[in-house]
T-cell receptor
Framework: EDKVVQSPLSLVVHEGDTVTLNCSYE??????LLWYKQEKKAPTFLFML????IEKKSGRLSSILDKKELFSILNITATQTGDSAIYLC???????????FGEGTQLTVNP | DGGITQSPKYLFRKEGQNVTLSCEQN?????MYWYRQDPGQGLRLIYY???????QKGDIAEGYSVSREKKESFPLTVTSAQKNPTAFYLC?????????????FGEGSRLTVL
C-alpha cells in the first residue's frame, strides 16, 4: 500500500520566517511527487518532481526530491500571511492513474 | 471558463438518507476523482474513473457509489451505509494518465449529517 507522511502536521511562524515542510513516501513504481496548496477549499498545484536533486522554484517557494532517501522538502522563504494554508504532498505511480496524498501540513503565518 | 463545478457547496441531511453530490467538468479530461477530507487529515480517495462507463474503487469506497455515464459528469452518492459521512468532499479531474501530473479540483461540497 502506498504511503505518504508529512511533517510537521502544523506550524505557526511569523512573517519573514523561512519554513521547511517535509514529505516522505513509500510507493511501488514511483513516478512523481506533487505539492499542492489548499487555502480554503480547492487545492492548487505547486510543483511536480520526478528527478532527484533538481530544484523546482517559483518565487519564494522551492522544492527538491531525494529518490534515494524517499523524501521531498518544500521551502518557503520570507513567509507572508498569504502563505497560510494547508500544504499537501502526493505521490503518483508509474501507472499514472491515481495520487496518494499525505495528511497535509497546516501552516499559519502571523503578522 | 474551463473548470470543475461541484454542487451543492453545503448540504445537510438526516441520518439514513442517501445524498448525491454533483461534479461537472468542461476541461475535456478523461479521468475524474472523488476525495474525502476530514479535519486534520489529507485527501483520501473514494472512487476514480479513467474513462466513460468505467470506474474503480479507491481506498475508502465502502458506503459510496458513483456513475460515469458522460465524460463531463461524475456524481457521487453517499449512501446510508456510510457510517460517518460528515466530511468535505472534493472532486478532481486530470488529463488521462496524469501526464502533466496536475489534478484540477472543484471548490468542494461540505456534507453534514445531523
Amino acid at each position: 500500500e502506498d504511503k505518504v507522511v508529512q511533517s510537521p502536521l502544523s506550524l505557526v511562524v511569523h512573517e519573514g520566517d523561512t519554513v521547511t515542510l517535509n514529505c516522505s513516501y513509500e510507493v511501488t513504481n514511483f513516478r512523481s511527487l506533487l505539492w499542492y496548496k489548499q487555502e480554503k477549499k480547492a487545492p492548487t498545484f505547486l510543483f511536480m518532481l520526478t528527478s532527484s536533486g533538481i530544484e523546482k522554484k517559483s518565487g519564494r517557494l522551492s522544492s527538491i526530491l531525494d529518490k534515494k532517501e524517499l523524501f521531498s522538502i518544500l521551502n518557503i522563504t520570507a513567509t507572508q500571511t498569504g502563505d497560510s494554508a494547508i500544504y499537501l504532498c502526493a505521490v503518483d505511480r508509474a501507472s499514472g492513474s491515481r495520487l496518494t496524498f499525505g495528511e497535509g501540513t497546516q501552516l499559519t503565518v502571523n503578522p | 471558463d474551463g473548470g470543475i463545478t461541484q454542487s451543492p457547496k453545503y448540504l445537510f441531511r438526516k441520518e439514513g438518507q442517501n445524498v448525491t453530490l454533483s461534479c461537472e467538468q468542461n476541461l475535456n479530461h478523461d479521468a475524474m476523482y472523488w476525495y474525502r477530507q476530514d479535519p486534520g487529515q489529507g485527501l483520501r480517495l473514494i472512487y476514480y474513473s479513467q474513462i466513460v462507463n468505467d470506474f474503480q474503487k479507491g481506498d475508502i469506497a465502502e458506503g459510496y457509489s458513483v456513475s460515469r455515464e458522460k465524460k463531463e459528469s461524475f456524481p457521487l452518492t453517499v449512501t446510508s451505509a456510510q457510517k460517518n459521512p460528515t466530511a468535505f468532499y472534493l472532486c478532481a479531474s486530470c488529463d488521462r494518465g496524469l501526464r502533466t501530473g496536475e489534478l484540477f479540483f472543484g471548490e468542494g461540497s461540505r456534507l453534514t449529517v445531523l
